[in-house]
């Protein structure tokens, strides 16, 4: 991570584009969390890029004043993962929603995750498809009402942390939008991790969610228990399909340290002995018939 050459406020990492999301959406709280989140850490503007996919939240990189990159609905993984291989000494963050993640992207996810690639994902999880106006998403509760379930979703909704716990992700934290100071402090925590770390913000969607509401949440967002072990996966995985005393747990579940995907590669690049010193073009003929 490089860090800012001058110290830099919250404000300073403030586009001039102003966010557009709907009067009292949860993501307003993730942005403010994620800039101090900068600020804290001094994260160097010219050295850092972000990449989303589409949705609500995958505006992200349009609010703030780094590179950005706004990709193919589902491809956010891919092009980050793409980023950090041409230039490793960047920091890439990667920004999405339930959907674009979790669905059509939802084939990514484990592969990024065994790899440890060094990103970071940070979703905001509002369990609906909000641009779109209101269609059921990979997150929405079984029963719950949306304009393509006017009977009640029929599947089985899909957990994010059981799912980055299994496939390898070697950082896995929750935050509630309504909560900044404790989503900024996951925020710092995951972007300091070396590998992939994940952060699922539950952010509702107040103008197409009417179940999962601030209201819903004011008396289900627990704590995980300060003497929670992160480096077991199993009680990681308990609390995250089970909560904490009935509870949606937040806090950091899983936090291990793993050789990366850049370290690996490098380590192969070491046992064939490769050079920097090459020519592409030569490379290239070998294969030609």
């Known amino acids: 991570m490089t860090t800012a050459t001058e110290p830099l406020k919250a404000k300073d990492y403030k586009s001039e584009i102003p966010p557009t999301w709907c009067p009292g959406c949860g993501d307003y709280g993730v942005l403010n969390a994620v800039l101090k989140a900068f600020a804290d850490l001094q994260i160097d503007i010219n050295n850092t890029v972000l990449v989303s996919g589409i949705g609500c939240s995958s505006r992200f990189p349009y609010f703030v004043k780094t590179y950005g990159m706004h990709t193919a609905h589902g491809r956010v993984l891919p092009v980050a993962t793409g980023v950090k291989m041409a230039r490793p000494e ?52 079984l029963g719950m009402v949306t304009s393509t379930t006017p009977y009640g979703a029929p599947d089985n909704p899909l957990n994010p942390l059981a799912f980055c716990l299994t496939y390898g992700a ?27 770390s994940f952060v699922n913000i539950i952010s509702p969607c107040p103008t197409f969610n009417k179940v999962n509401t601030f209201d819903f949440y004011k008396d289900r967002i ?68």
């Open 90 to 141: 960047l920091e890439v963050i990667a920004f999405g929603g339930d959907g674009d993640g979790f669905s059509i992207g939802g084939g990514h996810v484990p592969h990024v995750a065994r790899k440890n690639t060094d990103i970071t994902y940070i979703m905001m999880d509002n369990s609906i498809y909000g641009l779109t106006k209101g269609q059921m998403s990979p997150t929405t509760p």
């Open 170 to 196: 070697t950082f896995v934290a929750q935050g509630y939008s309504s909560k900044s100071k404790v989503v900024e402090d996951l925020v710092k925590r995951a972007i300091k991790h070396k590998g992939f």
């Open 222 to 289: 627990g704590e995980l228990p300060a003497d929670h072990n992160t480096k077991d996966l199993n009680a990681a995985l308990k609390y995250a399909f089970e909560g904490i005393d009935g509870k949606i747990a937040t806090g950091v579940f899983y936090d291990v340290d793993k050789p990366s995907l850049l370290d690996r590669l490098n380590g192969i690049k070491d046992k064939a002995k490769a050079s920097v010193d090459y020519d592409i073009n030569k490379i290239i003929d070998d294969f030609i018939p």
